[in-house]
């Protein structure tokens, strides 16, 4: 079984920053793909970036130049540093990651449970 737990969301103000992390934790032989989706109350859950293995990234176009992705492979996490906050960046923020559990299988995706962002003054 594998698990991604995130944490890091909260409460900012317009700006603001936050830094949201998500570590992925079971049986895992690799990580390919790891991003951050978010969904805003009334809205579909919307791409905001992810991350390949070796470090190639995609940006929403609605983040890119403040938000930047990034991952640590030795610990099977990825974050998300989230600058000049909106109060439209407001949302719950999920994490995704395609995961193989071991050399014979194919990758799984695997999300977490989301955390709240919210930004207001």
Known sequence: QVQLVE????LV???????????????????????WYRQAPGKEREL????????STNYADSVRGRFTISRDNAKNTVYLQMNSLKPEDTAVYYCNA??????SSTYIAVW???TLV???S
């Not at 970036?49 to 470090?55: H, N, R």
């Not at 395609?98 to 050399?103: A, E, G, Y």
Request: with cysteine; aromatic share 2%.
């Open 13 to 35: 103000q317009p700006g603001g920053s936050l830094r949201l992390s998500c570590a992925a934790s079971g049986r895992i032989f690799s990580i390919n793909v790891m991003g």
């Open 7 to 10: 944490s890091g969301g909260g």
């Open 48 to 55: 905001v970036a992810t991350i390949t293995s070796g470090g």
């Open 118 to 120: 919210t930004v207001s």
């Open 98 to 103: 395609c995961i193989v559990t071991d050399p």
């Open 112 to 114: 977490g449970h989301g």
